[in-house]
Nanobody
């Protein structure tokens, strides 16, 4: 069992930055692939970024809409995954969820709200 808790969301002006954190507990964190998804009002949840486990050399993947602006990183010693978001746009407004996938299991946090508005 893995419990994920996101933090770091908030209100930011267009062009600003935020760093989301997702702390995990309950299992061997380093073995899991980690991801960030988001869901805007009235829309389906969409993929934002992912970072693989050590077995896959911590490779990263990004949605086209955030490439060059967002960076995903993991700190296995702290069992935490981060999402650094720069040059934020109003269309980035959404609830952001972190996920952990591994061993046939799929875990999700409760989400953190990010609002980009002037």
């Amino acid at each position: 069992q893995v419990v994920l808790v996101e933090s770091g969301g908030g209100l930011v002006q267009p062009g600003g930055s935020l760093r989301l954190s997702c702390a995990a507990s309950g299992s061997i964190f380093s073995r899991y692939a980690l991801s960030w998804y988001r869901q805007a009002p009235g829309k389906q949840r969409e993929f934002v970024a992912s970072i693989a486990s050590a077995y896959f050399a911590y490779s990263t993947n990004y949605a086209d809409s955030v490439k060059g602006r967002f960076t995903i990183a993991r700190d296995n010693a702290k069992s935490t995954v981060y999402l650094q978001m720069n040059s934020l746009k109003p269309e980035d407004t959404a609830v952001y969820y972190c996920g952990a996938q591994g061993g046939g299991n799929d875990y999700w946090g409760q989400g953190t709200q990010v609002t980009v508005s002037s």
